[in-house]
Each structure stands twice: as structure tokens, then as C-alpha cells.
């Protein structure tokens, strides 16, 4: 029997510029997102709607970030990159990055807004691979910090990150302020809690 990875292609990692890849890039994104991939920053945003709710112009809000980031690069200084992992001609997983341009703190940063891969390549390495390559571009560029944040409720993705280094520096809570959850949600009766 030969050896499997004889016939598998070699893995390359890149910034995306092609934009023929967005419908791809769209379709990996969507599929492959459950509600727990939902923090923060998609309730901030314009993806979900509630804590485990995408909204429903999810596809449409997705096509127009991936849009955008196909035509950005460092060359023009802009802030959000996409990178890519693929084999052959196929994408196998990407990654959306932010990076900081207002330089007001006191260490350079960019964040990892996004990393989404196949299901097939899951557990491969391949996840891991991607990470580091985005690290060591950031750092070719002089950004000092990397970043991300995780659902509270996707496990999985936060092992996986701790895993390769990153640490948790903070808890963000939400409490709805509308009138028909902020009722349900205040119980201090002794008002000392915290």
C-alpha cells in the first residue's frame, strides 16, 4: 500500500487577494459556523442578533466583510487581512485578522477575528499550521499581540486556542437593557452582588 500523503497536495498558506475565491470563502464561512461561534463581537457587529442567533442576512453581512478583505493588504497599510490555508486548488480553511491602526496602546496588536476550517482538515494540524503562519507574518510586521475571542459556550475552539498559547485575559458579560428581557435578567435581591 503507498503512503497516503504521496497523493495529498502540500498545504500553503497566504493572504487572499482573489477575488474569484469570495464565493468559496463565503460558503466555507457559512457552513461550517455553528450559534456557538457566536461572541461578542458578532453581537457588537452586524452578524447576530442575540447570544446563539445569527441574523438572518448573515450570508449578505459575510460576503461584504469577505469582500472587503480581498482588497486589503500591508502594502496599502489596511486593516483586515484575509489568509488562507489551501490545498491543490481548494480552500481548506481561512483566517480573518484585524489589525490595529490607531496605535494607541502601548504594544502593537492585531486581532483573529475569524478561523474557519473544512470539517475534513479538522484535527489535521492544519488549524494549528494556520495560526502560526498568521503569527509569524503579524510579527514580520512589527505586531507584538495577537488577539481573539471565543464563544462562551464553544469549547472545543478555546481548548484548541489555549493550546497553542493563548491565554485568557478577560470576561465580557452582556446584560439586555430592552424591556421585555432586562426584567427577567436583574434577580439581586440583596443588591451586594457583583
Request: aromatic residues 6%; proline residues 2%.
Amino acid at each position: 500500500m503507498k503512503n497516503a500523503q504521496a497523493h495529498t497536495p502540500a498545504i500553503r498558506f497566504s493572504w487572499c487577494h482573489d477575488v474569484s475565491a469570495e464565493d468559496a470563502l463565503c460558503k466555507l464561512y457559512l457552513d461550517n459556523v455553528s450559534a456557538d461561534y457566536i461572541s461578542h463581537s458578532e453581537l457588537q457587529g452586524e452578524r447576530a442578533d442575540a447570544p446563539g442567533n445569527w441574523r438572518a442576512d448573515l450570508p449578505e453581512v459575510i460576503r461584504g466583510e469577505i469582500r472587503a478583505a480581498l482588497s486589503h493588504d500591508w502594502a496599502h497599510g489596511d486593516s483586515t487581512l484575509l489568509a488562507v490555508a489551501t490545498s491543490g486548488d481548494d480552500i481548506v480553511g481561512m483566517a480573518l485578522v484585524s489589525i490595529d491602526t490607531r496605535q494607541r496602546a502601548s504594544k502593537s496588536f492585531a486581532a483573529l477575528d475569524d478561523l474557519v476550517l473544512l470539517p475534513s482538515v479538522r484535527g489535521s494540524g492544519i488549524g494549528s499550521l494556520l495560526v502560526e503562519w498568521v503569527a509569524d507574518e503579524l510579527r514580520s510586521h512589527g505586531i507584538a499581540r495577537l488577539f481573539l475571542e471565543c464563544g462562551a459556550h464553544n469549547l472545543t475552539a478555546q481548548q484548541f486556542f489555549q493550546g497553542r498559547g493563548f491565554k485568557h485575559v478577560s470576561v465580557v458579560m452582556l446584560r439586555e437593557l430592552d424591556a421585555t428581557t432586562a426584567s427577567a435578567a436583574v434577580d439581586d435581591k440583596d443588591g451586594d452582588r457583583g
